[in-house]
């Protein structure tokens, strides 16, 4: 089989779903475990595990001004709780995981998107 890349296709915070930018490339780290190795005097070593939460960064959004996409984006970064995003891939794929905005939130008027990233408990799943 042969790897498929590209840009995110969709995106769906909190029920609600937004068109991404193509030109915008994202990073996605699927969450868990991150593990380091430990030394001891005597040459052993031991585990050392940090969790990780999952996230998307560098995601740009058609920021559409009659639908209010940017304040509805920002009203979820008001949020004191964790709300659901899937996220389809250009192969296809399709991640959930429970999230919230994280980082600036940010909208550039010549190519009419906002930008922002995601990061969640657990990790992310595909579907």
Known sequence: MTAVGGPLVSLTLAGRPFSPDEAAE??????????????????????????????????????????KDHEFIQDLANRRSFFPVVLGLASGALYQGDGQITGEISGASRSATTTFSLKGTGTLTQQ
């Open 26 to 67: 994202i990073t996605l780290q699927l969450g868990g475990d991150n593990n380091d190795v430990l030394m001891n005097g005597d040459k052993t070593g031991r585990l050392s595990k940090t969790i990780m939460p999952w996230t998307a960064d560098g995601i740009a959004i058609d920021n559409d001004h009659e639908k």
